[in-house]
């Protein structure tokens, strides 16, 4: 199975153009048969790649070289910014630097994981402008850019599956459009993996399998590895595609549509081959979350938009409860703490 890929080029163009009506827009088939397109997409595969989507590759470019160059650092000026990783339920201290083998984002899968990130929030951290000048107002630059792509991709996800309210997946997302007074569930992170040496701990990855813990992510990478598992129960390579988004779902959106929009489980693991090996990769990450304090309602997904296929039960394993999106977000990020410091 191929990962599917999207182009964006004629809403891009819409939206580019003067005197926009985003309700004509909205209303117009080329927008509902590419909402389709992303529904489908997503239901079926579970991640996608999404190319001409008007988020300005010179800019990731910048971010990507800022994040080498404080990656570079020695250990000791990195460690000035080490990410406190005491209450990961305080999303206001969601930020800063990782260490190789901090994380382990499955329990069992690997022993250690060969990657440094750095999480960036909008509002809060402390960011190495002194060493990296312009590393934060990149990452601004990028959250700004990313809000205004995936409000779109939710209200096409709205109109795909026929809702009334195209913003139905944007009224917990206050924090889009006025962000001094909501704060969401969001986050963007760069990830560094070195090159790997022979000597590298047993049963090690780059990135082990797990999902992402938010609505949607959109991620940028320069180099290959990475891995997604689809709906169908199948490992594909995501390839890099210069100037491309690869997107997945969360556990959130996961929970809110009962498993209609599944968050699809990734790894990065490390190639075989030791010339590939030992060249370094980057990725560039933004999640996009619900407001901190939204509760998540279930919702039963039409019928006629379902998989018939026995391999996809969708619903049946799903709650109807009322959920805390905190709780199902962050959750999860407690789990690959644990044990490590």
């Not at 397109?37 to 910048?62: K, S, W």
């Not at 090159?195 to 290959?224: C, W």
């Not at 933004?286 to 509760?295: K, L, N």
């Amino acid at each position: 199975m191929e990962v599917p890929i999207i182009d964006l080029t004629s809403i891009i163009s819409d939206l580019n153009s003067t005197d926009v009506d985003l309700n004509k827009l909205y209303k117009q088939d080329s927008w509902i048969r590419l909402g389709t397109e992303i529904r489908n997409a997503i239901h079926q595969v579970g991640c996608l790649y999404f190319i001409n989507h008007g988020i300005p590759e010179d800019m990731t470019n910048r971010i990507f070289n800022n994040g080498k160059a404080f990656f570079d650092l020695p250990e000791n000026n990195k460690m000035v910014y080490k990410k406190d990783s005491s209450n990961v339920m305080d999303i206001t201290t969601y930020f800063g630097y990782n260490k190789e083998g901090t994380e382990k984002l499955h329990p069992t899968e690997a022993d250690y994981e060969t990657r440094q990130s750095f999480d960036c929030l909008e509002k809060y951290g402390r960011y190495p402008n002194d060493e990296v000048p312009g590393f934060q107002g990149s990452i601004q630059e990028l959250f700004i850019h990313s809000r205004k792509l995936i409000k779109h991709i939710l209200r096409l996800l709205a109109i795909s599956l026929e809702f009334d309210d195209i913003d139905f997946f944007l009224h917990l997302s206050k924090h889009l459009d006025n962000p001094k007074d909501f704060t969401g569930l969001e986050n963007v992170r760069l990830n560094y993996y070195p090159p790997v040496s022979k000597d590298a701990p047993a049963r090690s990855v780059r990135a082990a399998p797990h999902s992402d813990y938010d609505i949607m992510t959109f991620l940028f990478q320069n180099e290959g590895g990475l891995m997604a598992h689809t709906v169908c129960g199948e490992w594909v390579n995501v390839t890099p595609i210069p100037g491309s988004i690869v997107v997945v779902t969360g556990l959130v959106l996961e929970y809110w549509t009962k498993g209609f929009f599944r968050a699809a489980p990734h790894k990065v693991l490390i190639p075989e081959d030791e010339v590939t090996a030992s060249k370094s990769r980057q990725s560039l990450v933004y999640f996009h979350g619900v407001d901190e304090d939204a509760i998540i309602c279930p919702i039963e997904i039409n019928e006629k938009f379902k998989l018939t296929s026995p391999e996809t039960d969708i619903g049946s394993q799903y709650s109807d409860e009322p959920k805390s999106a905190k709780l199902i977000s962050l959750t999860p990020m407690l789990e690959s703490y644990k044990g490590y410091t």
